[in-house]
């Protein structure tokens, strides 16, 4: 945020003010031309103030939002991460699962089908352990 350069005549900055009485409303309080010195750098000063205290509000809710994205950035950037590592895992995990489906293929072709009994048999069997457990509970 560049600097503000506090400009005490604001001449320089706005121009000329209009000759009183020409019925345009200035800023400084009422019909240019009617109010004194004083009360119009009072309310400049007023102004000011009130400015400064926006600006300040406005910085702090910037800076407050910018933490914010930072920290979304982050955990966006920590998520990716994981779910890379994740499918790595999942890719592995499923590898090794078609390798054993595999092997049990080959297995039943050179056995018969006694190999589905024991499947059978087995699953029954944790049917019965888990109906038995629930039931325990």
Known sequence: MSQRIRVRDRSQLLGT????????????GGIS?????????????????????????????????KDITVGIGNEVRDSTA???????????????????????????????CKWLWYIVFFIIVFWFFMVVWWFRR
Do not use: C, W
């Open 17 to 28: 003010t209009p000759p009183p009485g020409s019925g345009r409303a200035s800023p400084f």
């Open 33 to 65: 031309g009617t109010s004194t010195p004083g009360n119009q750098n009072r309310y400049v000063d007023d102004l000011e103030s009130q400015n400064d205290e926006a600006v300040n509000l406005l910085s702090s809710k910037v800076k407050l939002l």
């Open 82 to 112: 994981q779910l890379s590592h994740m499918n790595d895992a999942f890719t592995e995990t499923g590898d090794i699962l078609s390798g054993t489906f595999r092997r049990m293929n080959n297995m039943a072709e050179r056995h018969g």
